[in-house]
DNA sequence: GAACCTTACGCAAACGTTTGCGTGTGGAAA
DNA sequence: TTTCCACACGCAAACGTTTGCGTAAGGTTC
């Protein structure tokens, strides 16, 4: 089996030194033409890439950003990767991808294997698991060794850093007004615990919702799930003969499971209950019928933080010391589980 | 900023040599148990990590593995990358994931730049683009320079290495069958042009279970789709008043879309026509009515292409000059697109 | 006191690059 | 013939590790 073709082996070859066919690599006005076209041809019939490794190691830059997200198998955060792989790749970068899994743990190894050396700087959404037990020395760490890190969705307010975030609480506070404008009274929120950043904060959205409307905030129509996945008889139960006229879910999920449980509870949609989801995924898209939400732009979302963290990287020491947080816009994408 | 401890920074401030540093960090009997005992303090309070770019380049190995696929924004695709972490982070290898958006440029590009020092081997599904292209030059001088690669779900024939797939053409026979066996008689099949390799072997296998059920095949009961974006007015001019009882689609986004289009035509399903699709996804499991569908098992997949992979990465040569080529079982699910 | 053995450490090479500077060769100018 | 200058190339250091081997210092044995 053939190796890889270095530099020192074309040298020995032709019978130069490798600094010579480095420079005639790089069509150094040092080497004779003669000797660059040599060379050049002996690469190319050899077929040699420098090694990126070895300039990694003496460039001490590894061109490659990593991103570390909770979960792989997630429309959303697919997107936002997406939208970094599209801007990473534009500049020269590399991007690689690992998923915590949402387990603290495995963040903070993923974290520290990538920050040894594989990457230059981080794009990070945190694990469930690390916002419950608020540790954040990984991410401190890191960016205490000059890594840079760009929090994306999932943040963490404590940490200094950038940060690109949708306004959560102005999101959902949309879906409920339109909720409200198309004269639905009686809004029940299927959101998360509260300890995930977002679900709070669009559960906050719901509440301000309905005090600018002067409805009081009724206990009974907040459910707080825990287990995600295995959500539906909760939704079911809760949902069961329940005098309201409107659902908000704080993701498509919930929003999908609450569509199935009404309409096996004899409710159509959107005639007798409307639903609004959060994040434009494929389910919203193709559900019957399709679900009116609020898209996070997650492509728009990578495509920021991705800049951000590459302005980090290139940038000079005056935008190294600045710290910015995007907040990027929602929309209401009206489908057909809302009135009109 | 603080930058990175390294070594030669421990062994400057403990005024020993880098070897003793090094040695001392490793349990190494050559050093006495004081010096070992100061410098593991020193390293831990300075949060010493070794540098990985510096290993790879001694070791000549990156202990990293290369994941190249056409769309990352794809359900099936993130849960076979799901898969590949779980095998590789048990025998502490990283995961660096590429898209090819279905480029064969880009797949070409992703390839180069990972193999020249970022990753020791390949998991690939190659592009449509590349499919339809037919040069593998980029895989083969992959392969040539002793990087080995695993072929997975898109695979090519013509390239000798090792493979993991599904038998395309059994899982549509086993589907189609089923159709048959609940008294479905007029089968029509939504599928892809047939420079897709599964496309076509699932036609294939249509065609197959239709001839042992002695049904002709017929011409006006097959789409061939080129635009899977932009498929749904196709498919419902297709089948508009098309004398059917039931439609096997060779993907999730056929199946749904047939769906809808069918209820739109006022259709029944699964009484009148019965549906099934292919791979197991978020919109199958969550449509309404849930559809019948062949699970592809792709977490499955990224396992047993993992492992192969590393075994062929740690093996003697023994192991290295043997290609498998590993047969994922799919199974039928079933839902409530198809009647009993 | 000489010969020898441990102990505890340092040296240097290697992985594959890049690059500033030193140097040998040749030709041209004086 | 001598002096000088380009030209074309090689040397060596550096990036951060690991590791076989060399070697001082000190102790033991006869």
Redesign the interface.
């Known amino acids: 089996?053939?190796?890889?073709v270095t530099l020192k082996q074309i040298a020995k070859e032709l019978d130069v030194s490798i600094s010579t066919v480095s420079k005639a690599l790089k069509d150094s006005a040092e080497i004779s033409l003669d000797t660059r076209q040599k060379v050049k041809a002996f690469a190319k019939l050899y077929?040699y890439?420098?090694?990126?490794?070895?300039?990694?190691?003496k460039n001490r830059k590894?061109k490659?950003i990593g991103v570390i997200i909770p979960e792989?198998?997630?429309?959303f955060f697919?997107?936002v990767?997406?939208g970094v792989?599209k801007v990473a790749?534009e500049k020269g970068y590399?991007?690689?991808?690992?998923?915590s899994n949402n387990s603290f743990d495995?963040e903070v190894i993923n974290l520290?294997?990538?920050?040894?050396?594989?990457a230059d700087g981080f794009i990070l959404s945190v694990a469930k698991e690390t916002q419950l037990k608020k540790d954040y020395h990984h991410i401190e760490?890191t960016m205490?060794?000059?890594m840079p890190v760009v929090l994306f969705d999932r943040i963490i307010d404590e940490v200094v850093c950038d940060k690109v975030i949708i306004d959560d609480a102005k999101g959902a506070q949309t879906a409920t007004n339109h909720l409200l404008s198309i004269g639905c009274k009686k809004i029940a929120i299927l959101t998360t615990v509260d300890y995930i950043s977002v679900g709070k904060l669009r559960t906050n959205g719901y509440l301000r919702a309905l005090r600018a409307y002067d409805i009081p905030e009724k206990e009974e129509l907040i459910l707080k799930i825990e287990d995600i996945d295995n959500c539906e008889a909760e939704i079911s139960d809760f949902l069961l003969d329940k005098d309201i006229d409107a659902v908000f879910a704080v993701n498509e999920?919930f929003a999908?499971?609450a569509?199935?449980v009404l309409?096996r509870q004899g409710k159509k949609i959107p005639d007798d209950i409307s639903i609004i989801g959060f994040t434009d995924g494929?389910?919203s898209k193709?559900?019957?019928p399709s679900l009116t939400t609020i898209s996070q732009h997650g492509e728009d979302m990578g495509i920021r933080a991705a800049k951000l963290l590459i302005d980090k990287l290139e940038g000079d020491d005056a935008v190294?010391e600045e710290y910015r947080t995007v907040i990027i816009d929602t929309s209401l994408i009206e489908r057909k589980s809302t009135k009109k």
Chains 1, 2 share one sequence.
């Open positions: 089996m053939k190796r890889k077929n890439k420098p090694n990126n490794i070895a300039l990694s190691l590894t490659t792989i198998v997630h429309h697919t997107t990767i997406g792989e790749n590399n991007v690689i991808i690992c998923s495995k520290e294997m990538l920050a040894s050396g594989s760490e205490s060794q000059g999920l999908v499971t569509a199935k309409d494929i389910l193709h559900f019957i190294t």
